[in-house]
């Protein structure tokens, strides 16, 4: 293949590579940020194997070709203790590696697990409270809840800079994926639970957000905006979301209604206990509760467990379960 063909191969492929983003690489969360050095560790760790590899099969394809009069033929040649101890031993200590910083990265980037950085050599501050964010994934749009604010927006999220964030992320129906590329990793949003994200913006900006699991027909336009703003920027935003409607539990339920490309959407009002509905699956009104029915359950589970029956007489199995035969 000549030069000129094989320019004329790659310069479609770098066409299309000019439209892609690189926020994963060059985050703006710390979360993020780690998270990035996680992958570039393990990348290099592995290509140590990879590249040399890679490396010497070229050179024994060249070294031993047909035409290679000079080198050594050894048919009879079968074990080289020091070879099999440079190739068992290499991949044994990067594995060995990799499996310690998985295991330390695993505990230390756990979702669940509040801050104790905003980032790199500067820690958290006791007194800084951190901003609570109730998510809800819906038909196809985002809702997104400030309980200590007093509002809610529908498919614009905003954090002051380096402030912790911690993240409540729950869906209506069917289960999404709430991701950021720039603030931290995806985390799944699933109906009937609660899922936990603790992640903090370091840059102001406008950041791309949205649905990474496929959720059915409007998935594709389940995007919002997320924006990192100072303390003062972050407090005229909530002013101007306390400009709009209330968002009721009726109102809600129009709200959830599958609905595509939605508009952003500000309230300024919340309903008392509205996330905590959606959660158990009791918005509508009348209907019991996710955790009223599991309580009751307990109830009656432990009830039944702790009564005695005087009537019948002790066989000694106290309360094995009884099998039943045909």
């Known amino acids: 293949m000549s030069i000129k063909a094989l320019r004329g191969l790659l310069l479609p492929a770098v066409l299309l590579l000019t439209g892609c983003q690189t926020v994963l690489?060059?985050?703006?969360?710390?979360?993020?940020?780690?998270?990035r050095n996680l992958i570039v560790t393990s990348l290099?760790?592995?290509?140590l194997i990879i590249v040399p590899v890679i490396a010497l099969t070229l050179f024994f394809a060249w070294r031993y070709r047909a035409s290679n009069k000079k080198a050594a033929?050894?048919?009879?040649?079968?074990?080289?203790?020091m070879l099999e101890l440079l190739i068992w031993s290499a991949p044994l200590l990067i594995i060995i590696a990799l499996g310690a910083i998985t295991w330390v990265s695993t505990h230390k980037l756990d979702p669940f697990r509040p801050l104790d950085r905003v980032s790199e050599g500067r820690a958290t501050q006791a007194d800084v409270k951190p901003l609570t964010v109730e998510v809800?994934?819906?038909?196809?749009?985002?809702?997104?809840?400030?309980?200590?604010?007093g509002i809610a927006t529908v498919n614009e999220l905003a954090a002051p800079v380096d402030r912790p964030?911690?993240?409540?992320?729950?869906?209506?129906?069917?289960?999404?994926?709430?991701f950021v590329p720039a603030l931290a990793g995806q985390i799944y949003a699933m109906p009937g639970m609660e899922t936990k994200l603790h992640a903090v913006i370091n840059k102001p900006g406008v950041f791309e957000g949205f649905s990474a699991n496929y959720s059915g027909a409007g998935f594709s336009g389940m995007h919002f905006k997320f924006l990192g703003m100072s303390d003062g920027e972050f407090a005229q935003w909530?002013?101007?979301a306390k400009e709009g409607d209330a968002l009721t539990r009726e109102s809600y339920q129009q709200l959830e209604k599958p609905s595509q490309n939605d508009a952003v959407r500000r309230y300024a009002?919340?309903?008392?206990?509205?996330?905590?509905?959606?959660?158990?699956?009791?918005?509508?009104?009348g209907r019991e509760c996710m955790n009223e029915t599991m309580a009751k359950d307990a109830r009656g589970h432990g009830a039944h467990g702790s009564k005695s029956d005087d009537s019948k007489p002790d066989d000694g199995r106290g309360d094995m379960p009884m099998s039943h035969s045909p």
């Open 269 to 285: 009002s919340v309903a008392p206990g509205l996330y905590e509905a959606i959660v158990n699956l009791c918005v509508e009104p």
């Open 165 to 178: 964030i911690q993240f409540k992320i729950t869906a209506s129906t069917v289960m999404n994926s709430f």
């Open 44 to 47: 290099v760790l592995m290509l």
């Open 73 to 81: 033929y050894d048919p009879e040649w079968n074990h080289s203790t």
């Open 25 to 35: 690489m060059s985050p703006s969360g710390d979360v993020a940020l780690q998270q």
């Open 238 to 240: 909530v002013d101007r």
């Open 136 to 149: 809800v994934a819906l038909d196809w749009k985002w809702l997104f809840i400030y309980p200590e604010q």
